[in-house]
T-cell receptor, first 110, second 116 residues
């Protein structure tokens, strides 16, 4: 079945710097790759997603890139701010369900 | 629009007791998911409904967990009997399209279950 690996598990960056989180997946049939943000004690919320017919997608300070050949996709956050502190999850669709990565805890240092 | 509603928010029970969680999805959303999120891990799908039919329940421990979605709207998830390892946050989510999991899922606040 599908396996989604996410790295790093924890990422600490200086406020204003960029953050990059990477995920790999195993199911070549996967076509949908969302990223969810979960603040402490809150529900996961979609921040950006990408489909397999697109290589890159941007929304203000966040962007996602997809390499279908290599089966990996990445989340890029530029000009990080304190409110970006959270756990970020990547996921990939496979057989009618989303397979989730283990999460990356992003810490923004003042 | 109103979000996904879940209740209760917190529940503490002793092992071997029973517990039930309730979810009301966003109006009009055909697909409903129940996830289990253990502290420090990503959500794990327990069961996925399309209207009142089950799309996937392959990871539902059927000897103790059950779920239903009567009339294709509200859903309940039950654990009977509970074990210590069932301590987790149980998240309900819904999406407007389906059954393919290729559209945004909206999550409820979750129910934090502690089994002692």
């Amino acid at each position: 079945g599908e396996n989604v690996e996410q790295h790093p598990s924890t990422l600490s960056v200086q406020e204003g710097d960029s953050a990059v989180i990477k995920c790999t997946y195993s199911d070549s049939a996967s076509n949908y790759f969302p990223w969810y943000k979960q603040e402490l004690g809150k529900r996961p919320q979609l921040i950006i997603d990408i489909r397999s017919n697109v290589g890159e997608k941007k929304d203000q300070r966040i962007a996602v890139t997809l390499n279908k050949t290599a089966k990996h996709f990445s989340l890029h956050i530029t000009e990080t701010q304190p409110e970006d502190s959270a756990v970020y999850f990547c996921a990939a669709d496979s057989n009618y369900q989303l397979i989730w990565g283990a999460g990356t805890k992003l810490i923004i240092k003042p | 629009e109103a979000g996904v509603a879940q209740s209760p928010r917190y529940k503490i029970i002793e092992k071997r007791q029973s517990v039930a969680f309730w979810c009301n999805p966003i109006s009009g959303h055909a697909t409903l998911y129940w996830y289990q999120q253990i502290l420090g891990q990503g959500p794990k799908l327990l069961i996925q409904f399309q209207n009142n039919g089950v799309v996937d329940d392959s990871q539902l421990p059927k000897d103790r967990f059950s779920a239903e979605r009567l009339k294709g709207v509200d859903s309940t998830l039950k654990i009977q009997p509970a074990k210590l390892e069932d301590s987790a946050v149980y998240l309900c989510a819904s999406s407007s399209l389906g059954p393919f999991a290729n559209t945004e899922a909206f999550f409820g606040q979750g129910t934090r279950l502690t089994v002692v």
